[in-house]
């Protein structure tokens, strides 16, 4: 956003794209980037630190950045990747479908078609069929000690049920799924495929009819929860919850008689309005608490909460935008304003987990932990919502401002829009910016349109599309200290720092919550950061995220020197610290050189002032086949590691599988052939005397099995057919449990053919 009428939103929209910053994570190469959710993992997060329940506000949020290989990276972490799409309700299907419109690609959207139906079936097991329903705990729905929790544990009983609650039918879980849905039969449409395309559109259709019959409460002009135990009747709570706001962004209900009801809620004083609501249940239900009763973070009767207000902010527009309903943009302008105020901390933009409706502070808010969490969207709404940038699903663009009408001008530039940058600018009377009156529109900076309505269809040239496979960092670490390659060590490091935090994909420059390597307190005038690699790699360059914190009373600047070390030697040395860039990337060159490590060596200023890294980067072209090491992949099971093997003629390093149960993840496995079967080839030994299974997983479904027979002390290879979608697949191979003469086994590679 260039500039707008109103600062405190402004300020908080630039805040916002730090805090994504903040929350992007670098799993490892094949795989790429990942949003997370605390910038600090959590011991109930899924694999690599994912969690569902925000994801579709990640994507939503992350379809803005310039490079799309952000999102790319992270939904095919749920769609072919180990993410988990059930842990949580979620709406990642629709957010990938409107995501396309951004980016124009829908090529890589439909090669998701069968990853999408397989996710969409994943909820089957808590679908009501007599009903026509999906239920789950409010837990679950990322809404505990919500409303369904008090109304079945009164009495405070039961604790698990009281933070929980009952398997419920929920507007929002539904309204998710019927938005899924759709977003299936679209996708299913643009990749040419009817009868899917036709199918989930009746889901939805049959969907959503069940959720006006029994979710829509004519006496409460509402959608309400309903308890499925012990209720035949599927008699519905009588209290009105925030979750029942979230159909309309869906494109559900917005009739004026179901549409004007929400808005009348919504501006309520006793409704869902506060000063820095909205709230998460009316303020005039009995349950409604403003304030928690102890430290637990997540009060959702009550609290005001950015993941619920995001989606509420989305009704609000949906609701305007379809005209039925009595509702102003100054409305929608006071909405977004409230928002804004509630997500300030010590006179800054901040943005915590939880925050009272009626007082000026977050109500929960962990030091080192609830710091720019990520779990709304803010820059969406303020692109879609309040400037009125539309995407379409052709080579076109929608500017339909929702804007108070004593606003006289506005700007976004550059933003990204199907591989093309659009700068749209609102000059009233053109004396702002100098381009003319009224709305004005750029087009990689050329002038296309300008119009003194606020209100513009703009034609955009074809999409350019990027390239699909941008270098990869093999210097990350998914999972720290134990079995997984890279490894990092340093020569000192300070105690309440941490060596791998160096390699955990993560780049920010906060001292609180903290991500570094540092040296602070060590006897030595300069300190080396060594990261390890499985196998020796072919690299040019090493990229350090160096820390100062010294102008905010901080010990830590940048190096008075920096050497870099390889297999061969000194490969590089940066002499003058005036050529580096304080809490920002630095990238050191040299002559492409093959190492099994990387070791920078890094000269202190002073003897009080110390030197800090907060991630060490090494950049390299990205590994397209025929050939995947197992020492590169992604290891579980205690006893699955990487050996090193000079026999090993491909690599050097094998993978070595335990009898215990472990598994070898390939990520970014191109397919050579998609939608047929590919001849996969393992390379591997096995010194014992039975021959091994191990099972053969693509993209989430098991497909095969592979048998390796016995090679004594050399390498062999087996073979198995399974079919690889397009473009980058996850190959796992899966060790079960161990038979009567089994033994360690040790795996090279997996191939397809070239």
Known sequence: MGSSRNQLIQDVYYYRWTSIQRNLRYVM??????????????GYAKAFGTIDAAAGHHVDETRWLRSTHYADDYIELYTRGPADSVQYTQWILDAMNRRSMVTGNVEFLSAQLDDMKRMWHEWDFVFDKNVGLYYYKPVWD???????????????????LRNDGPDTFRPSHNAYMIANARAVSRTAGLAGDESTEVEFDKLANALEAAMFKHLWAPEQKFFMDIIRPDNPDLTRLTGREQVGLFPYRFGIGLEESYAQPAVDAMFDSQGFMAPYGPTTLEIRDPWFMGEKPDDYCCYWNGMSWPYSTSHTLKSLAAIYR????????????????????????????FVAESHYPFVDDWSANTANHSEHYDHSTNNDDVITGLLGILPQSDDSLII???????WTYFAVENLPYHGHLITVIYDKDGSRYDQGSGLTVFVDGENVLNTEEKYAEVS????????????ANIAANPSGPGNQYPKADATYTHAADFHYKAIDGVVYYDDVPDNRWSNIGSPNMNDTLTVTFARPRKISSVTLALLSNVGRGGSVDLPEKIEVYGSDGLLATVDNSTELLANDRNEITFSETETDFVAVNLHRKARDVYVGVCELEVWAPPNRGPTYYAADAYLTGASTRVVRDSSSSSSGAVVAVGLDTGAISFPGVVSPDHRRFTILTVGYRNGGGATTELAVEVNHVPRANVSLAPTGSRYGTATVAVPLAKGKNWVILRRGDAKDGDAEIGIEYVKVPA
């Open 460 to 471: 955009i040239p074809s999409v350019i599309l990027p390239n699909p496979y941008p270098l």
């Open 322 to 349: 379809a005209g039925n309903a009595n509702v102003t943009g100054q409305q929608y302008y006071q909405y977004l304003r409230t928002y804004a105020k509630t997500q300030q901390h010590e006179g800054r933009p």
């Open 400 to 406: 339909s401002p929702i804007v108070p009408d004593g």
């Open 142 to 160: 990322a809404q505990e000690r919500s409303l369904p929790c008090y109304i079945a544990d009164p009495n405070g009983t039961d604790p698990v």
């Open 29 to 42: 190469a094949g795989a790429g980037w990942m949003c997370t959710e605390f910038v600090q993992p959590v």
